[in-house]
């Protein structure tokens, strides 16, 4: 059984860096797209970033444009996310997925998240 394992997450000042990392435990027999969610304390999960397996095109939620980078590594079947610059508004549980297929709508594969806080 496959599982996501996210690490690397803690407590940062703001304008401070983070960098989240994803690393399956089994073999994903095909990855179609990778991304990061975030769910705030009392709000809905959000998709903070995407990135396709085959050509590593990148999509990225409005407020974090521009400090943070969503990245894959083929070889070690890990992505990551770089975050900088971060804001106490970045504060949340990040999970990073996994969709199999551009024919499903929703994410095969979701890690356990990984607290980021971020104080002033």
């Known amino acids: 059984q496959v599982q996501l394992v996210e690490s690397g997450g803690g407590l940062v000042q703001a304008g401070g860096s983070l960098r989240l990392s994803c690393a399956a435990s089994g073999r994903i027999l095909s990855t179609y797209m990778m991304g990061w969610f975030r769910q705030a304390p009392g709000k809905e999960r959000e998709l903070v970033a995407r990135i396709k397996w085959s050509d590593a095109s990148t999509l990225y939620v409005d407020s974090v444009k521009g400090r943070f980078t969503i990245s894959r590594d083929n070889t070690k079947n890990t992505f990551a996310l770089q975050m900088n610059s971060l804001k106490p508004e970045d504060t949340a549980v990040y999970y990073c997925?996994?969709?199999?297929?551009?024919?499903?709508?929703?994410?095969?594969?979701w890690g356990q998240g990984t607290q980021v806080t971020v104080s002033l």
């Open positions: 997925a996994v969709k199999t297929s551009i024919w499903k709508p929703q994410y095969d594969y």
